[in-house]
Every structure is written in structure tokens, then in C-alpha cells.
């Protein structure tokens, strides 16, 4: 019996290393007692509950310990701020058309960027050496991903907003798998 | 140290790759050349207005806030100059001046303005030529000419001369939908 598999991750991601283990343990114990007997599906809801009710107190930890604000500061630095630097780019080569012209991006443009995201999250998951600090470098790519979009002077489109935030993360834990497998 | 000459190895290949690529494509042969072209169902003279009238001139070229003769007393010809003020969302909503002065200017087919912004970003040449078709019908043709004094705006011009070429499309797009429009009305 197993909970669900994104409880489990967004637990890895949020606890990190020095909790992960004790609270993932005492969950899962307390989970195969409840799978026995209300049932598997009752037993999965319990789960994510207790996982999404003590994200942001895991979270509040893995700060005080120093974890976190590394975590936070190698997402800055990897993803939201070539994304950042990017759009800045963009805002120049837009300020120079002799006409001037919108907000709106080219998709040229808008692929540079999400190229861009995934090769820097990729990056940033090689270096991840355990599953939590990979969890945590994905989560913190996610956040940083979306900081720089809130930032862009351009209007983005909700698709390509939806398909960064998803991609760096992905590429980021993608990447970790990868050198994990060889 | 094997990851970290990867990781090199991508960073390198993200700058190498698109710096040497913007290079190659600088030296083609219309570089900084935007250019387009639309039939207007409307008389030469007609179309000949919305380009002549500063007024009318903020209605079709977007981003355009102001645009006024910088000697009023002067009329429209050669060496007559005109200032036009865009406004850049894309720099802080900056106002931004570009001056051109008329090179050419022979009603109701030709004109054309040397431009340069005031910053000197750019400078350039800007040119209309309307061409009758008859049966009341024009085919108007823009280009649009710049050179970049920066060298990372000049290393970019492969990137910005496309979108201005969209941008003038829209714009040209926009005058003929105003001048069709006002044509019908007559």
C-alpha cells in the first residue's frame, strides 16, 4: 500500500532533508493503520491532507535551519534570473523597433525563454545529490519561474505562463532521475 | 569536475550558439530592411491624407502619442521636418521623440523622411509610395530602413527588424481598415 505518489513528492520537496525522513515515516505508519480500516482511497485522503495542512509549518523549519534559503537563493539565481535578464533582452530588442511596438512577444521569443528555463533547472536538479534536496530544487525552480513571470513587463500568454512554471521544475527532477539511473 | 565541465559546456553552447548565429544573419543582404505592402480600396489622394495629416497619423501607427511639424509655419516638402512621440511600454512607458525629415515629397505617390531618434539609438530612412491601381483602388508600400549605433542593438538586428516588420504590417493593416472605412462613408 502506497500514498499517493504527489503527496509524497511535494512532502520531499517542502520538509527537506533533515525532516523528510522522520515526518514521511510517521505518516506512512499512521497511513497503513487507516488503509486497514477505512480503506485505501479514505487512508490517501488522510495523506495529502496531513501533507498539505503541515507544508507551510515544514516549510517555516527548513528556513530557520538555512536548507531552504539555499534552496531559494540557487532558484533565484538559476532560473528566475535568466528569465528575468531574458525579458529585460526582449524589452530592449522591442525598444528598438523605430516604430516602436507592444507587449506582446514573438513565440520565437517565448521558446528562447522556456529553452532557457528548462536548461538552468536541468542544471540546478545534476546538482542535487539526494531526492529532497531534488524535490526541494524543483519546488524552488517552480517558485522562482513564477516570481520572474510576475516580474516580466511583457503580457504573457496563460499557456506559455503554465508550460515555464511546469517545465522547470520537470526538467529539473528529469535531470536528477537521469544521473541517478546511470 | 566531469558535471562541472558539462554544465560549462551548456552554458557555453546557450551564449555560442545564438551570439554567432545573430552574427551570420547580420550580414544578410536586407538586413534592417523592414518592408510591406496593402491594397486599399480608396484613391490614391484619399490614402495620400492619412499620411500627410499628423493628426490622422496617430490613428493608425500604434504607440504613436504626438506627431506635429517642427516648424508649423513651414509646409510639407523637402527638408521641411516632423517630429513624431512614441510612447515605450517596453522602456518604463518612456516617451520617446524621432525626428525625420522629408527627403521626398511628391503628393499623392511618394515620401520619404529621414528618421533618427533623439537618444541616437537609430537612424534610418522611412518611405510611402502609392501606387494607383485604378477603379479607385491603391496598393501602398512602406519600407523601412534602420541602422543600429549600438553594437549589441546592431548584434540583435536580426531579432528586431522582424518584429518591426510585424509591427508595420499591423499598422499598414490599421490604415487600411480606417481609410476603407472613411471611403465608404463618402
Same mark, same amino acid.
Given at each position: 500500500?502506497?500514498?499517493?505518489?504527489?503527496?509524497?513528492?511535494?512532502? !520531499?520537496?517542502?520538509?527537506?532533508?533533515?525532516?523528510?525522513?522522520?515526518?514521511?515515516?510517521?505518516?506512512?505508519?499512521?497511513?497503513?493503520?487507516?488503509?486497514?480500516?477505512?480503506?485505501?482511497?479514505?487512508?490517501?485522503?488522510?495523506? +495529502?491532507?496531513?501533507?498539505?495542512?503541515?507544508?507551510?509549518?515544514?516549510?517555516?523549519?527548513?528556513?530557520?535551519?538555512?536548507?531552504?534559503?539555499?534552496?531559494?537563493?540557487?532558484?533565484?539565481?538559476?532560473?528566475?534570473?535568466?528569465?528575468?535578464?531574458?525579458?529585460?533582452? =526582449?524589452?530592449?530588442?522591442?525598444?528598438?523597433? &523605430?516604430?516602436?511596438?507592444?507587449?506582446?512577444?514573438? &513565440?520565437?521569443?517565448?521558446?528562447?525563454?522556456?529553452?532557457?528555463?528548462?536548461?538552468?533547472?536541468?542544471?540546478?536538479?545534476?546538482? +542535487?545529490?539526494?531526492?529532497?534536496?531534488?524535490?526541494?530544487?524543483?519546488?524552488?525552480?517552480?517558485?522562482?519561474?513564477?516570481?520572474?513571470? =510576475?516580474?516580466?513587463?511583457?503580457?504573457? &500568454? !496563460?499557456?506559455? +505562463?503554465?508550460?515555464?512554471?511546469?517545465?522547470? &521544475?520537470?526538467?529539473?527532477?528529469?535531470?536528477?532521475?537521469?544521473?541517478?539511473?546511470? | 569536475?566531469?558535471?562541472?565541465?558539462?554544465?560549462?559546456?551548456?552554458? $557555453?553552447?546557450?551564449?555560442?550558439?545564438?551570439? $554567432?548565429?545573430?552574427?551570420?544573419?547580420?550580414?544578410? %543582404? *536586407?538586413?534592417?530592411?523592414?518592408?510591406?505592402?496593402?491594397?486599399?480600396?480608396?484613391?490614391?489622394?484619399?490614402?495620400?491624407?492619412?499620411?500627410?495629416?499628423?493628426?490622422?497619423?496617430?490613428?493608425?501607427?500604434?504607440?504613436?502619442?504626438?506627431?506635429?511639424?517642427?516648424?508649423?509655419?513651414?509646409?510639407?516638402?523637402? /527638408?521641411?521636418?516632423?517630429?513624431?512621440?512614441?510612447?515605450?511600454?517596453?522602456? /518604463? *512607458?518612456?516617451?520617446?521623440?524621432?525626428?525625420?525629415?522629408?527627403?521626398?515629397?511628391?503628393?499623392?505617390?511618394?515620401?520619404?523622411?529621414?528618421? $533618427?531618434? %533623439?537618444?541616437?539609438?537609430?537612424? *534610418?530612412?522611412?518611405?510611402?509610395?502609392?501606387?494607383?491601381? *485604378? /477603379?479607385?483602388?491603391?496598393?501602398?508600400?512602406?519600407?523601412?530602413?534602420?541602422?543600429?549605433?549600438?553594437?549589441?542593438?546592431?548584434?540583435?538586428?536580426?531579432?528586431?527588424?522582424?518584429?518591426?516588420?510585424?509591427?508595420? $504590417?499591423?499598422?499598414?493593416?490599421?490604415?487600411?481598415?480606417?481609410?476603407?472605412?472613411?471611403?465608404?462613408?463618402?
Amino acid at each position: 500500500m502506497k500514498p499517493p505518489a504527489w503527496a509524497q513528492l511535494v512532502l !520531499w520537496a517542502v520538509a527537506g532533508e533533515n525532516q523528510a525522513e522522520f515526518v514521511a515515516g510517521d505518516l506512512h505508519e499512521e497511513f497503513l493503520l487507516l488503509c486497514a480500516e477505512r480503506g485505501p482511497s479514505a487512508g490517501s485522503r488522510w495523506y +495529502a491532507r496531513q501533507v498539505l495542512r503541515s507544508a507551510a509549518t515544514l516549510v517555516g523549519l527548513r528556513f530557520r535551519s538555512g536548507e531552504a534559503a539555499h534552496l531559494a537563493a540557487a532558484a533565484l539565481i538559476a532560473v528566475a534570473m535568466p528569465l528575468v535578464l531574458l525579458d529585460r533582452l =526582449w524589452s530592449f530588442v522591442y525598444s528598438h523597433i &523605430p516604430l516602436k511596438d507592444g507587449l506582446e512577444r514573438a &513565440p520565437g521569443f517565448w521558446a528562447a525563454n522556456v529553452v532557457c528555463v528548462c536548461a538552468c533547472a536541468a542544471i540546478c536538479g545534476s546538482l +542535487a545529490h539526494t531526492q529532497a534536496r531534488a524535490a526541494g530544487v524543483a519546488a524552488a525552480a517552480a517558485v522562482g519561474a513564477a516570481c520572474a513571470l =510576475w516580474c516580466s513587463a511583457a503580457t504573457e &500568454p !496563460w499557456l506559455y +505562463a503554465g508550460l515555464v512554471i511546469l517545465a522547470a &521544475p520537470a526538467s529539473s527532477m528529469a535531470v536528477f532521475a537521469w544521473r541517478g539511473s546511470r | 569536475m566531469k558535471w562541472v565541465k558539462r554544465i560549462a559546456i551548456v552554458l $557555453a553552447v546557450l551564449l555560442i550558439v545564438p551570439i $554567432a548565429t545573430l552574427l551570420v544573419l547580420g550580414q544578410r %543582404k *536586407g538586413a534592417g530592411l523592414a518592408q510591406t505592402s496593402v491594397e486599399i480600396n480608396a484613391a490614391p489622394d484619399q490614402v495620400w491624407a492619412w499620411l500627410d495629416d499628423n493628426g490622422k497619423l496617430k490613428q493608425w501607427i500604434s504607440w504613436m502619442v504626438d506627431a506635429k511639424d517642427a516648424d508649423p509655419a513651414k509646409p510639407h516638402g523637402i /527638408g521641411s521636418k516632423r517630429i513624431w512621440t512614441m510612447k515605450d511600454e517596453n522602456n /518604463g *512607458g518612456m516617451l520617446m521623440e524621432i525626428a525625420g525629415t522629408y527627403s521626398e515629397y511628391a503628393p499623392p505617390s511618394r515620401l520619404t523622411l529621414q528618421i $533618427a531618434d %533623439k537618444e541616437g539609438m537609430f537612424h *534610418g530612412e522611412s518611405s510611402y509610395r502609392l501606387v494607383d491601381l *485604378g /477603379g479607385g483602388r491603391t496598393r501602398v508600400e512602406v519600407k523601412l530602413r534602420a541602422h543600429y549605433t549600438e553594437w549589441f542593438a546592431n548584434l540583435m538586428e536580426p531579432v528586431i527588424t522582424p518584429a518591426a516588420e510585424k509591427k508595420l $504590417a499591423m499598422d499598414v493593416g490599421h490604415l487600411k481598415r480606417l481609410v476603407e472605412a472613411k471611403a465608404e462613408l463618402r
